[in-house]
């Protein structure tokens, strides 16, 4: 858990608790299990918004389960903006649109072997590129498949969790994995917003 004394929480979705996904989202279901997607088409991005209420922070806790499809680009495109389409996971940011402050990030990689080039996650054994400069160290970045990624879903292997990384990935040594803590430049009361991304469409 967070082991925060205080915290007020903003967000909680559990589809493994029959909990719907927001509608905004797309649904499926795979290997047994419910999953949130990206509804839209083409270079993907649907938005979900959780009030804080007016309630005043800087620290920011939580976590994420995902599932890879395919493949995902990790920062292959690490000179887009943090408003563009940069990555395919999540992105999580604090503020509105016209305005926001980076808070988190959740990438797919491609792959852990070299071969994924540019497309790898920067902790693969194969490492790909770094991440933008507007997400620094406040990322994590996993790939589904190891050394080869037929088009299919890889429910085996959950990203962002800590478990079932590559021999010589770092993807999966963060001590704290599978929740992630981070300070926002400055003490706000802004809403936080969680953009689901998927460039592989």
């Known amino acids: 858990a967070c082991n925060l004394r205080g ?9 493994s608790q029959n909990h719907s996904c927001p509608s905004v989202l797309g649904e499926t279901v795979q290997s047994g299990k419910k999953l949130c997607t990206v509804k839209s088409t083409g270079v ?7 009030p804080t209420y007016g309630i005043r922070h800087q620290r920011v806790c939580g976590q994420a389960k995902g599932y890879a499809y395919h493949w995902g680009p990790a920062f292959h495109y690490n000179t887009r903006t ?3 389409a940069y990555t395919t996971g999540l992105s999580i940011t604090s503020g509105p649109q016209n305005d926001r402050t980076h808070v ?3 990438a797919s990689g491609n ?4 071969s994924g080039g540019s497309w790898n996650c920067p902790c693969a054994s194969g490492p790909g590129n770094n991440p933008p400069t507007f997400i620094g160290h406040d990322y994590l970045c996993e790939s589904g498949a190891h050394t080869s990624n037929p088009a299919k879903w890889y429910m085996e292997n959950p990203l962002w969790d800590g478990q079932g990384c590559y021999t010589g990935s770092s993807c999966c040594s963060t001590s ?3 929740w992630f803590w981070t300070d926002l430049p400055d003490v706000t009361d802004e809403d936080l917003e969680v953009r689901v991304r998927d460039l592989n469409q």
Do not use: I
């Not at 915290?7 to 589809?15: E, N, Q, S």
């Not at 993907?44 to 959780?50: I, R």
């Not at 792959?111 to 070299?114: A, G, K, Q, T």
């Open 7 to 15: 915290a007020m929480r903003v967000a909680y979705l559990d589809t």
């Open 44 to 50: 993907a991005c649907d938005s979900v918004q959780f």
């Open 82 to 84: 943090l408003n563009d």
């Open 104 to 106: 988190w990030t959740y």
């Open 111 to 114: 792959r852990d072997v070299s």
């Open 176 to 178: 704290r994995m599978p």
